[in-house]
Nanobody
Framework: QVQLVESGGGLVQAGGSLRLSCAASRGTFSGNAMGWFRQAPGKEREFVAAISWSGGNTYYADSVKGRFTISRDNLKNTVYLQMNSLKPEDTAVYYC?????????????????WGQGTQVTVSS
């Protein structure tokens, strides 16, 4: 069983950047596609980005396309989310997730393991 730990959240001004990391504290990402989701106060959790096991395929929500980049280092069992040109509407708790498949997915129910989340706050 995979246990995921996110880090890298914090407070940043609009237009700034943050890089989130997701590491496996137990188990590995072997064969797992990975995703990032976020949940703002009073809103449902939503898809942000996903990456296949090989890293060859990525997919982004329209709201972050061109600003966020998902990547992974399988030797380090770590997935990253580079967030640039941040906006106040990006404020949310960001969650890392792993699915028991090598191919990407965008729906919450397709993911089997979740981290505890890391807070990202973007001030205007």
């Amino acid at each position: 069983q995979v246990q995921l730990v996110e880090s890298g959240g914090g407070l940043v001004q609009a237009g700034g950047s943050l890089r989130l990391s997701c590491a496996a504290s137990r188990g590995t990402f072997s064969g797992n596609a990975m995703g990032w989701f976020r949940q703002a106060p009073g809103k449902e959790r939503e898809f942000v980005a996903a990456i296949s096991w090989s890293g060859g395929n990525t997919y982004y929500a329209d709201s972050v396309k061109g600003r966020f980049t998902i990547s992974r280092d399988n030797l380090k069992n770590t997935v990253y989310l580079q967030m640039n040109s941040l906006k106040p509407e990006d404020t949310a708790v960001y969650y890392c997730a792993a699915r028991s498949s090598s191919s990407i997915a965008t729906m919450i129910r397709h993911y089997d393991y979740w981290g505890q989340g890391t807070q990202v706050t973007v001030s205007s």
